[in-house]
């Protein structure tokens, strides 16, 4: 969902697991959602508006990594895959929460961390694949919070994509005394933005929003609180848009993809015809 298409040889590329966090926290207009717009150079979704998240590093995978709150069985249900692929979605989130934006969802069994800034060091061995987060986690005798995250959805990359991605949405409320920064080399400028002003930017044409991004924050959206967001009850089903050939992103179907194009103008139609 980049706008990168597919070699011309007709093969589909492999899947590969990812993790995004959706971090959320009360605002004055409403719920407040924590945004990256990526610099251009960037790979896949260069340019977009996106959440904090990222693809699965093997390390995540480590069996030893210390838990609190809902263990691998409970995660591999909800997010129907296998127990080591679920501890390791859940690790990824974490993992990519704390490189990309400062957030730590760990700490001792019953409280978060409060002050995540004096890891500086960890978090960028952490980005430079230097250290990983079981073995972080240990170093310090922190426990993975995983009564932190709430499932929230399923998408996957379509089969035009050069890169593709078998990404699991994360639900995460800001930890009390903790704030997100935006000290990453992949966006070029970060923001807490309610749900609804960054809907309104995206049909503006202020701001690039990819299906997955527009579609859940039209979910937060109709929620006036974090605690009746959180408490939502959510039936996770995997998306994974169809695509028409030679139509680009226009071209892609999904649910709700009518309303997803109908808020455009005629001029911002114009600018996806080039995606």
């Known amino acids: 969902m980049s706008g990168d298409v597919a070699a011309g040889d007709g093969a589909v590329a492999p899947l590969?697991?990812?993790?995004?966090?959706?971090?959320?926290?009360?605002?004055?207009?409403?719920?407040?959602?924590?945004?990256?717009?990526?610099?251009?150079q960037m790979a896949f979704a260069g340019g977009m508006t996106v959440f904090p998240g990222g693809g699965v590093d093997h390390r995540d995978r480590d069996a030893e990594m210390r838990w609190a709150g809902p263990e691998a069985p409970?995660?591999?249900?909800?997010?129907?895959?296998?127990?080591?692929?679920?501890?390791?979605?859940?690790a990824a989130a974490v993992r990519e929460t704390f490189e990309e934006c400062g957030v730590l969802l760990a700490g001792t069994a019953d409280a978060v961390c409060p002050d995540p800034s004096v890891f500086s060091a960890e978090r960028?061995?952490?980005?430079?694949?230097?250290?990983?987060?079981?073995?972080?986690?240990?170093?310090?005798?922190?426990?993975?919070?995983?009564?932190?995250?709430?499932p929230m959805a399923h998408w996957i990359?379509?089969?035009?994509?050069?890169?593709?991605?078998?990404?699991?949405?994360?639900?995460?409320?800001?930890?009390?005394?903790?704030?997100?920064?935006?000290?990453?080399?992949?966006?070029?400028?970060?923001?807490?933005?309610?749900?609804?002003?960054?809907?309104?930017?995206w049909e503006a044409g202020r701001r690039f929003l990819l299906p997955p991004t527009w579609t859940q924050l039209r979910d937060i959206a109709g929620y006036d609180t974090v605690a009746e967001l959180v408490a939502a009850p959510r039936t996770?089903?995997?998306?994974?848009?169809?695509?028409?050939?030679?139509?680009?992103?226009?071209?892609?179907?999904?649910?709700?993809?009518?309303?997803?194009?109908?808020?455009?103008?005629?001029?911002?139609?114009?600018?996806?015809?080039?995606?």
């Open 16 to 40: 590969r697991d990812a993790s995004t966090v959706v971090l959320v926290r009360d605002g004055d207009g409403g719920i407040e959602v924590f945004l990256q717009h990526r610099v251009k």
């Open 74 to 90: 409970w995660w591999a249900e909800r997010l129907a895959t296998d127990d080591e692929t679920a501890r390791a979605l859940v």
């Open 124 to 150: 960028a061995a952490l980005v430079g694949k230097e250290l990983s987060v079981a073995q972080f986690l240990a170093d310090h005798d922190l426990v993975l919070r995983t009564d932190l995250l709430a």
């Open 157 to 201: 990359t379509p089969k035009n994509e050069k890169r593709r991605y078998d990404t699991r949405f994360f639900l995460a409320v800001l930890p009390e005394g903790q704030d997100a920064d935006g000290a990453t080399s992949e966006a070029e400028e970060t923001e807490w933005r309610t749900a609804r002003a960054a809907l309104a930017d």
């Open 236 to 275: 996770i089903t995997p998306i994974e848009p169809v695509v028409s050939d030679g139509a680009g992103i226009l071209g892609l179907g999904f649910a709700d993809s009518g309303d997803y194009f109908e808020a455009l103008t005629d001029g911002r139609l114009d600018r996806l015809r080039e995606v």
